[in-house]
């Protein structure tokens, strides 16, 4: 199981990443709640490189506050690649940030199915600059473990292409 130390770890290394290139981090997240928002927010001084966090469980905030189009969530769903990249790019829009990250599953224990079963998360990735990245990873564990999973997925993935990329 991911434990708190090393989703601490993982902010304080993205955050001096961060730092380091003078970008700003937006986060948009459904299954976490927030909870990759609270992890870097646990580092003193991420208001340095930290902008905001939506926090979009339903379809109808996805599309409000990030501009998820209705047809990609009827084609798509909610738990998909195409909204999680929707997601992603509309956090960059919506903020002041250069990189941001998405996430969207189903942290059970209901709510999956055949194709899609409990464990699903769906990630994307995204700069300013116009480069995005998509994942889709299906987590072992309970509700708890599926989240932890999923953050440590979405720092992780940050942290790559913080150090990857210039803007």
């Given amino acids: 199981m991911v ?37 870097v927010t646990a580092i003193a001084g991420s208001s340095a490189w930290f902008d905001r966090g939506f926090v979009t469980y339903s379809n109808l905030a996805k599309q409000q506050m990030l501009g998820v189009g209705a047809d990609t969530l009827e084609q798509y769903g909610a738990v998909s690649e195409q909204t999680a990249e929707e997601m992603a790019l509309g956090a960059i829009a919506h903020s002041s940030a250069d990189i941001s990250a998405a996430i969207t599953g189903i942290a059970g224990p209901e709510g999956g199915s055949t194709e899609k079963p409990v464990g699903t998360v769906c990630f994307g990735w995204s700069c300013k600059s116009g480069q995005i990245l998509t994942q889709t990873e299906v987590f072992s564990g309970d509700r708890e473990a599926v989240r932890r999973q999923a953050v440590k997925t979405a720092l992780t993935g940050l942290l790559q292409l913080t150090l990857a990329t210039d803007l």
């Fill in 3 to 39: 434990d708190d130390a090393t989703l601490l770890t993982l902010a304080h290394e993205l955050g001096t990443a961060l730092k380091n290139k003078g970008w700003n981090l937006t986060l948009a997240e459904s299954c976490t709640g927030g909870w990759a928002a609270q992890s």
